[in-house]
């Protein structure tokens, strides 16, 4: 079977023509380059923030930025401009790339130049680095995927929080290379304890019964797509739990999907080898997928 991935995407001639945004300028994909001094590219320092444009409109964007000030307020990087330039950035790239509609942005910032190839944050003394590659982008997920569970964790907050879009995704890297070797196309990821957590990119849910099953959120990423689902939950009568439970509950739910900026929300057909349910796109997740199409819209 061919894997896929929640972050497959239809070939789109234009992207070889994008302009892309690094430290105030516009400039082509050839001429899109960082020092390998750069603290992003020699230790993972740094953060980042993904976008979905629909129809002129970047999806909750208020809650990215949020988010990605947070991120480096976390690991004190000094972002070196304001909200307003940020969005003012953004928006100044999306112009240049005449994108109006299915477009994604990945908001990149390091930080910066070091003078000396270690690790001590003094030693980055040019910077930060701040990079938006922005794609023509229209998800092209062929089938509901295959999830195969994994011995890497989204681990303890004391190590590397979860909660951090970090370019620090080895882990998760690790994660995803043992499902593919699996015979799967994500990983599933148990926390500390051994329940079930996340995927090596995305958030899960699970269906049983009618409710909407979901982690207790201490150990995976703050998905702004995940939070979203919750809400619509509660607000249309949808049973949903943010809640431990394990793999022999997950095994037997009547639905499975993911949660994600690029994907919204992506059926799951099997998990270690056992189908999900009917093994396709299941009620509850389609009148999901409705409701979530009808906030973006609404935003």
């Known amino acids: 079977m061919t894997k896929v991935t929640t972050h497959q995407a239809e070939d789109d001639a234009r992207n070889e023509n ?12 050839a001429d899109a380059t960082v020092s390998v001094y750069d603290s992003g590219f020699m230790l993972g320092d740094g953060v980042w923030e993904g976008l979905r444009l629909y129809h002129g409109k970047w999806a909750f964007m208020d809650e990215h930025i949020d988010r990605l000030f947070a991120a480096a307020k976390a690991i004190d990087l000094d972002i070196g401009m304001d909200r307003k330039g940020m969005i003012s950035a953004l928006l100044e790239t999306q112009k240049a790339n005449q994108m109006t509609t299915d477009a994604h942005a990945r908001l990149m910032v390091t930080r910066g130049i070091k003078v000396r190839p270690f690790q001590h944050p003094s030693l980055s003394q040019s910077g930060p680095t701040f990079v938006i590659i922005m794609e023509h982008s229209q998800p092209k997920i062929p089938r509901p995927i295959s999830l195969a569970t994994v011995p890497h964790q989204r681990g303890l907050p004391m190590t590397q ?4 879009n970090s370019h620090s995704k080895l882990n998760c890297i690790l994660a995803c290379i043992a499902a593919h070797k699996a015979g799967a196309d994500e990983a599933l990821m148990l926390d500390v304890h051994g329940f079930v957590n996340t995927t090596n990119a995305c958030n899960f849910f699970i269906v049983r019964n009618g409710a909407v099953w979901t982690s207790t959120g201490d150990y995976c990423m703050n998905g702004i797509t995940r939070q979203k689902v919750i809400d619509l939950c509660r607000a249309n009568d949808i049973p949903v739990l943010e809640r431990n439970y394990s793999l022999v509950d997950t095994y037997s739910a009547d639905e499975a999907f993911l949660t994600g900026t690029f994907g919204a929300q992506t059926p799951v057909s099997t998990i270690d080898g056992r189908v999900i349910g009917s093994g396709e796109l299941g009620p509850v997740t389609t009148r999901l997928r409705g409701l979530y199409k009808d906030l973006v ?3």
């Not at 929080?161 to 951090?164: E, H, N, R, S, W």
């Open 18 to 29: 994008i302009l892309i945004y690094v430290d105030g300028e516009l400039v082509s994909k």
């Open 161 to 164: 929080d979860p909660k951090l």
């Open 297 to 299: 819209a609404a935003s």
